[in-house]
Nanobody, 124 residues
Framework: QVQLQESGGGLVQAGGSLRLSCAASGRTFSTKTMGWFRQAPGKEREFVAAVNWSVGYTRYADSVKGRFTISRDNAKNTVYLQMNSLKPEDTAVYYC?????????????????WGQGTQVTVSS
């Protein structure tokens, strides 16, 4: 089993920045790809960004390209999501997810483990 713990959410004004962290524990050697997803009230969960542990290949949703950056610290088993130029439409619960596959994908069904989520609220 793999446990994921997100942190770093909060309330920020539009145009501001936040950095989310996701610390992985347990059988972390089984995970190959890490992703961030978000879910706003009344909406489906959507892909934000993903990175694989090895070469650091990344993938982003079009809505966050140029504003968000995903990175990883292999030594700390931690993945980060730096969010800049935040907009009110970025308001959501952000979830960290881990996949045992090397495929860097935005499909939620490809991820095996999920964190509890952290709330991000962007005020206008």
């Amino acid at each position: 089993q793999v446990q994921l713990q997100e942190s770093g959410g909060g309330l920020v004004q539009a145009g501001g920045s936040l950095r989310l962290s996701c610390a992985a524990s347990g059988r972390t050697f089984s995970t190959k790809t890490m992703g961030w997803f978000r879910q706003a009230p009344g909406k489906e969960r959507e892909f934000v960004a993903a990175v694989n542990w090895s070469v650091g290949y990344t993938r982003y949703a079009d809505s966050v390209k140029g504003r968000f950056t995903i990175s990883r610290d292999n030594a700390k088993n931690t993945v980060y999501l730096q969010m800049n130029s935040l907009k009110p439409e970025d308001t959501a619960v952000y979830y960290c997810a881990a996949s045992t596959r090397w495929l860097v994908t935005g499909a939620p069904t490809e991820y095996d483990y999920w964190g509890q989520g952290t709330q991000v609220t962007v005020s206008s």
